[in-house]
């Protein structure tokens, strides 16, 4: 059986919180939030993750918004597996304060496991010709605390565990993920802000592991910020806002696991375009940076 990595793992995902946190809410009225993402895992190592990831975050009203994920994962080389995930999540919101707001989150979604055992000395096995693919459904929940420049949330995007079996054979166990977000944005001046912020996640059954990032966002068009993932990698990332809709960054991981001998660091990208539906981009004076 396989205890491989459990989901899939992002450096920039202050971007689409969502996929963490179904409570997650851009909170702007209006703009619907979309997003591509490509990950390269470890390259130059054979059979390395690649994750690929489409999303939008869609207020429906004050109250409510919903956000919809595709990912795709790919691991393995000469037995490879290819897993889709379709989620939707919605998130409720409420007032508690003046200065804060508190938002419900569920997800649902189906979970499509494939197994390619093609290319290696096992093809011919009927376990693996015959039964080489499962669906899963899925679902999670989650509470984020936002104001205008601080969030905190926990959440278990998958509150389901499943097992893969193909035939006699189990292939993969998927466990309960737990996560904890939070983080803080200081103006320092006018045109610079800092932003500290922490994801913190524990497997079932796995040790606690943990990012720490410190972001900063200069005159509302620049990104430079650096991260550190417990015993895995530290992380360089930049961002450009190109005009107040579009938004590219990129980010490095710099290995420094077991691995780190072996692969050249992980590579990982994201396209941002806001759709203002309602014509209200002179409201959001700067970006709300989380």
């Given amino acids: 059986m396989s205890y ?20 997650y809410v851009v ?108 669906l899963q459904f899925n679902v999670g929940a989650g509470l984020f605390l936002f104001s205008h420049n601080f969030y905190a949330g926990i959440s278990s995007p998958n509150l389901l565990p499943n097992d893969v079996n193909l035939g006699e054979f189990g292939v993969s166990e998927t466990k309960t993920h737990i996560y904890g977000v939070s983080g803080f944005i200081f103006d320092l001046v006018d045109e610079v802000k ?43 990332l930049a961002g450009f806002n190109i005009t107040k809709s579009l938004k590219v960054a990129y980010s490095y991981d710099f290995s420094t696991s077991e691995l780190s001998g072996y692969n050249n660091g992980s590579h990982e990208i994201i396209l941002l375009y806001n759709f203002d539906l309602l014509n209200l981009s002179n409201k959001y004076t700067s970006p709300r940076f989380y």
């Fill in 4 to 23: 491989a990595q459990q989901e899939p793992q992002y450096s920039q995902y202050m971007y689409n919180m969502s996929t963490v946190n179904p409570a």
């Fill in 27 to 134: 909170n702007q009225s209006g703009l619907i939030s979309t997003g591509l993402l490509y990950r390269k895992q470890w390259t130059g190592l054979d059979g390395s993750p690649q994750t690929a990831n489409v999303f939008g975050n869609i207020p429906i009203s004050e109250k409510i918004e919903l956000s919809v994920n595709y990912v795709n994962d790919r691991i393995g080389d000469a037995i490879s597996t290819n897993n889709n995930f379709f989620n939707i999540d919605f998130a409720y919101v409420t007032r508690i304060s003046d200065r804060f707001r508190l938002s419900y989150g569920l997800k649902t979604g189906i979970n499509s496991f494939k197994l390619d055992a093609s290319g290696s000395n096992v093809a011919n096995d009927p376990a693996f010709a015959d039964n080489n693919a499962k």
């Fill in 194 to 236: 800092l932003k500290p912020s922490m994801v913190i996640k524990q497997v079932i059954d796995s040790p606690l592991t943990f990012d720490v990032s410190l972001n900063s966002l200069i005159y509302d068009k620049f990104e430079l910020g650096v991260s550190y993932r417990y015993e895995d990698a530290f992380i360089a």
